[in-house]
């Protein structure tokens, strides 16, 4: 009845063509785009990989081997658990976690800089440079990183010349390339909720502190920062889950021995042909990430609106 | 003082730091595009040249993708922005029990990891194509429609943010006073939000088109069996360097600059011209006058000549760089072949010299390269999973180590991109002469 009288207000206040067309596009958005092919994956997931003309047959049910091989590997192997998949989870993660802490020591200075320091002209123009270098392709950005850190790259061609390494150092085979390309290719992501965060600071805050005599650390951790909380959660957030999913960096500047969680995903989908199970892993990969998002909403107390900006 | 003045210092050193992370890349990178070398890279420099240009436009492969990727930003702009509209004033009227809720839903796509999104668009659309025995050719399997309904699902999260923005700076009062004065419905949304509205749908169109075309994470899995410009590009990353990947990024980048200058200028002139209009209201009629005539100037004078002198630079860049390449080319060439001469003498003086065991001194270097060429060429087969592949890998490099020499050859032909990227690559070549010989 509530719902009847909600409608019919929403009717009434928005004439029929508008009402139609916002429940219909708004509907087929959260309903067919969203929230109807996650339920699909996460059926999928839990069914066995059979052919095309078995699907919806009498073999066609319900089955957790998909999370089970995650976690225990297949039942030929020696190992107890799925070492590699396992690794390469964790490792993921890890690094992510790196890549964001990095993102954001180099960050913080600059989107300080920026919104505090830098006046006029010469901000805007830096602004507007920093955004210039990301409307480069992800898939180019990492390419140049190849370029440099290959081993016929500018690094090593520098290193060598200047007599510090007598042969290339592998880079690439290190992840050092990764871990650089990845930083790299999210930078923007978390300057800029740094950047509006900061900005809305008022500089009176800041000479209060230094008049009360506070050095410039302490004006930073008991006043910016707590200041610019919701752009550092929004900051952060965003760097991890885009550097825990890419998939493009690891793939062209990953080493040879080093996989990343979404490769295996995407393996599984194309040379592996095993869609369930990447359908598994993928799941495996979504909860991660609401975790994540739960967990930085909780230590920091922010809101998931002030997270998605 | 002396300590604040360093501090001071300090911060522009890590400011010129910053920018030097952000832009060496790109600058290297443009740099290999002209360099006439088959591999990317900046030295050794060996002529100036834009045949890299002539390779990229002629790439057919790229050129079919940037279409396909045309096509999907199109899609994607005319179904994401609407989309986001309507999500936008939905957020505005749904009750206040539900919003938090509705928001979480519609905000998540931003959240979610694009590859997860492409996958359950993949798997939706076949699994409907399979309840309604679709075949193979129908929409449930295209590749541009499944890419265009699977970024659509973030992006018009995207354009809502943007909508959002521009409506909480909306008057509703404004809304009350159209109906209070006998407008409909529907004619107050389409003549006075939409008018309002209507920057923040310009700005969305544009993050749409500009978000679809950079995609990868979604369109790699729903893409299928077509591609698009950044497919493609990512598996001659993969497989094959050559700089005419650099020479899309350059025109990329040229065009990028070329956009914010315009963006810019523009800016400037619209704060100067909003300046001259509050002092000319202040100044009376005849200033207004003169600054309307201003204004309808058709060719700004800055415009034209930014844009003569991009053209004038890009036209001198294509004439040096296609004028004197051929020579260019063959003294180089000429002077390779004296250093690998050169090269072979000195490991002969020196084999000779060394005489008892030469395996040890040769194999350090090559410790790397051929262990990093095999696994790429394994990388997206099936051996990835075996549990005994770490180990192998390690028996790998060891054995390379040992018998780096005769393991150099095969490696090379496995790899897939020539063996580009092994150090060694030159000293393998020497080798191979020097066995033909």
């Given amino acids: ?309 | 003082m002396i300590t604040d003045r360093l501090g001071k210092y300090a911060v522009l050193l890590f400011v010129v730091m910053f920018f030097a992370y952000l832009f060496g890349p790109l600058i290297i990178m443009s740099i290999t595009a002209f360099n006439s070398a088959d591999f990317p890279r900046v030295s050794p420099w060996d002529c100036f040249s834009v045949e890299w240009f002539d390779v990229l436009v002629n790439d057919d492969k790229l050129m079919d993708g940037l279409r396909n990727s045309l096509i999907i930003g199109i899609g994607v702009v005319a179904l994401s922005v609407p989309i986001g509209l309507a999500g936008a004033l939905m957020l505005m009227q749904i009750s206040p029990r539900v919003r938090p809720w509705y928001y979480t839903i519609v905000v998540s796509p931003i959240l979610i990891p694009g590859v997860v999104l492409g996958i359950s668009t993949l798997i939706f659309w076949d699994r409907l194509g399979a309840m309604f025995n679709a075949n193979y050719e129908s929409i449930f399997y295209d590749g541009i429609f499944l890419t265009i309904v699977g970024q659509t699902t973030f992006i018009s999260a995207y354009s809502m943010l943007v909508f959002i923005s521009r409506l909480q700076r909306f008057d509703p009062a404004l809304e009350e006073a159209a109906l209070d004065l006998g407008a409909s419905h529907v004619q107050t949304f389409r003549k006075i939000l939409l008018p309002f509205l209507k920057p923040a749908i310009g700005s969305a169109a544009v993050l749409a088109f500009l978000a679809s075309f950079e995609n990868y994470n979604t369109t790699v899995f729903t893409i299928t069996s077509e591609s698009t410009l950044t497919t493609v590009l990512a598996s001659k990353v993969r497989y094959g360097i050559n700089p005419s990947i650099s020479a899309l990024a350059v025109t990329i980048v040229v065009l990028t600059l070329f956009a914010a200058a315009i963006m810019e200028i523009k800016k400037r002139r619209t704060d100067a011209f909003e300046k001259a209009i509050s002092k000319a209201v202040i100044e009376g009629t005849d200033a207004l006058s003169k600054l309307g005539r201003k204004s309808n100037r058709l060719i700004d004078p800055a415009f034209a000549m930014i844009i003569v002198i991009f053209l004038a630079g890009l036209g001198t860049a294509y004439y040096s760089g296609t004028v004197g390449v051929d020579e260019c080319k063959t003294s180089v060439k000429e002077a390779k072949k004296l250093e690998t001469q050169r090269r072979v003498d000195e490991r002969r003086k020196k084999q000779m010299f060394e005489g008892a065991q030469p395996g040890t001194q040769q194999a350090a270097p090559n410790t790397t390269a051929p262990s990093t060429g095999k696994a790429k060429g394994t990388e997206g087969y099936q051996g990835i999973f075996a549990p005994t592949n770490l180990e192998s890998q390690v028996k790998g490099d060891s054995g390379a180590a040992n018998d780096a020499a005769t393991d150099d050859a095969p490696a090379k032909g496995t790899e897939g991109y020539q063996g580009i990227f092994a150090p060694t690559n030159l000293e393998s070549q020497v080798k191979g002469e020097e066995s033909s010989n």
Avoid at chain 1, 29 to 50: A, G, T
Wanted: hydrophobic fraction near 55%; glycine fraction near 8%; include cysteine.
């Fill in chain 1, 1 to 309: 009845m509530a719902l009847y009288n909600y409608l019919k207000n929403f009717f009434t206040r928005n004439g029929v063509f508008l009402s139609v067309f916002l429940l219909g596009v708004v509907g087929f958005w959260i309903f067919f785009l969203i929230i109807l092919p996650q339920i699909f994956m996460f059926d999928f997931s839990f069914r066995f990989n059979l052919p095309p003309a078995e699907q919806g047959g009498p073999n066609d049910v319900y089955t957790i081997s998909h999370y089970k091989f995650l976690l225990f590997g297949s039942a030929l192997s020696e190992d107890s658990y799925n070492v590699i998949d396992l690794t390469v989870f964790l490792r993921t993660i890890v690094t992510a976690v790196f890549v964001t802490l990095f993102d954001f020591i180099i960050c913080y200075p600059i989107a300080y800089y920026l919104a505090q320091v830098a006046k006029g002209g010469w901000a805007r123009l830096m602004v507007l440079s920093l955004i210039v270098p990301f409307w480069v392709n992800e898939i180019l950005r990492a390419f140049a990183f190849r370029i440099i850190f290959g081993s016929n790259g500018v690094i090593n061609d520098a290193l060598m010349a200047m007599g510090i390494v007598d042969d290339p150092y592998p880079f690439i085979r290190e992840n050092i390339a990764l871990y650089a390309g990845l930083g790299y290719a999210f930078v923007l992501l978390m300057i800029f909720p740094l950047y509006n965060a900061v900005e809305s600071l008022d500089k009176n805050q800041i000479e209060a502190a230094r008049d009360l005599g506070s050095p410039w650390w302490r004006i930073h951790w008991r006043v910016v920062m707590p200041f610019a909380k919701p752009g550092i959660s929004s900051g952060c957030t965003m760097v991890f889950m885009l550097s825990a999913g890419a998939l493009a960096a690891p793939q062209i500047l990953g080493g040879p021995s080093s996989l990343w969680f979404t490769q295996i995903i995407y393996q599984w989908f194309n040379t592996g042909g095993n869609w369930p199970r990447g359908s598994a892993y993928a799941i495996v990969l979504l909860i991660t990430s609401i975790v994540f998002v739960l967990l930085v909403m909780k230590i920091f107390k922010v809101k998931l609106g002030e997270i998605a900006r």
